[in-house]
């Protein structure tokens, strides 16, 4: 059983950066696959950036590419979304999420999920 508890999020004005974090159980990131993904209200949860198992293999997705990056702190079992130039259709609830296996951008692939963190952006 993988435990996923993401923190950091907040309301920021448009151009500003903040670093989500999602803290994960034991050795996640060594056997499992993570993925960051957002939902904003009304629409479709969304997939934002993820790396494969051990993190060699980072994807983000073209919205957020050039803006967000990933890090990961393998000592204290803690991936992070740096989110830089943020915008107003930034604005969701972002989750991180755990999954056997290569690393998808299909929601439905993922196994385990973190109870997410709100991120809003003012114009």
């Known amino acids: 059983q993988v435990q996923l508890v993401e923190s950091g999020g907040g309301l920021v004005q448009a151009g500003d950066s903040l670093t989500l974090s999602c803290a994960a159980s034991?050795?996640?990131?060594?056997?499992?696959?993570m993925g960051w993904f957002r939902q904003a209200p009304g629409k479709e949860r969304e997939f934002v950036a993820g790396f494969s198992a051990g993190g060699g293999y980072r994807y983000y997705a073209d919205s957020v590419k050039g803006r967000f990056t990933i890090s990961i702190d393998n000592a204290k079992n803690t991936v992070h979304l740096h989110m830089n130039s943020l915008k107003p259709e930034d604005t969701a609830v972002y989750y991180c999420?755990?999954?056997?296996?290569?690393?998808?951008?299909?929601?439905?692939?993922?196994?385990?999920w973190g109870q997410g963190t709100q991120v809003t952006v003012s114009s």
């Open positions: 999420a755990a999954k056997w296996g290569a690393l998808s951008s299909r929601r439905d692939d993922y196994n385990y």
């Open positions: 034991g050795r996640t990131f060594s056997n499992y696959a």
